[in-house]
């Protein structure tokens, strides 16, 4: 099994990092796989692109089965469907990581109907998203395809830009040294 966990990670808080820690323990993949989201429709996101990816590089240094990867930031963006397609050459077995937030919207997605049978899923809890009901109304007949972690962490990456000093605590002390050695979101 090889995970794949995608997100905009702008920036890495400690959501994420106890997000990998326990896909690393719960799962047990040979590799999990960190792809921040590319350009395609954030403006911010590409402004902190090379920040965003070495911040991951930050939570990733002491643990030996994540990897991270540019792909969404080196090309034009296609969607999770082809990002997965490309990933599955060298990581076979892929599960992908999902907050419950996004299925509402799931059907949105570029290849949506290829990707919800093609690949298996993984959905952490958020608040006022319960992920079973989701599941079973909107996704019946791919109930199988999702397994629902139980793991409601309400830190969210945009209150850390919005007020770095007073949720500085949201992230690893060494993600917040690197922001500030780059003075980044002080606008």
Not at 55 to 71: C, D, G, P, Q, S
Not at 124 to 143: D, G, H, T, V, W
């Amino acid at each position: 099994m090889n995970i794949v966990f995608g997100g905009t990670f702008n920036p890495p808080t400690l959501a994420h990092e106890k997000m990998i820690d326990y896909l690393l323990l719960k799962f047990n993949p040979e590799n999990l796989i960190i792809v921040p989201s590319g350009e395609y429709n954030h403006k911010e996101s590409k402004k902190y692109s090379k920040h965003r990816l070495k911040m991951l590089y930050i939570l990733a240094k002491e643990r030996a089965k994540v990897k991270i990867t540019a792909i969404e930031l080196e090309k034009q963006f296609l969607g999770t469907f082809q990002t997965l397609k490309i990933l599955e050459k060298d990581y076979p077995d892929i599960y992908f990581v999902l907050g419950s937030d996004n299925l509402a919207s799931f059907e949105a997605w570029i290849n949506f109907s290829r990707l919800i049978k093609e690949y298996r899923f993984i959905v952490f809890e958020r608040k006022n998203y319960n992920a079973k009901r989701l599941i079973s109304e909107l996704y019946p007949n791919y109930q199988d395809r999702f397994t629902i972690i139980d793991f409601n962490i309400e830190i969210s990456s945009s209150e850390v830009k919005r007020n770095l000093s007073k949720y500085r605590n949201f992230l690893n002390p060494d993600v917040y040294r690197y922001i500030e050695i780059h003075d980044l979101y002080k606008e």
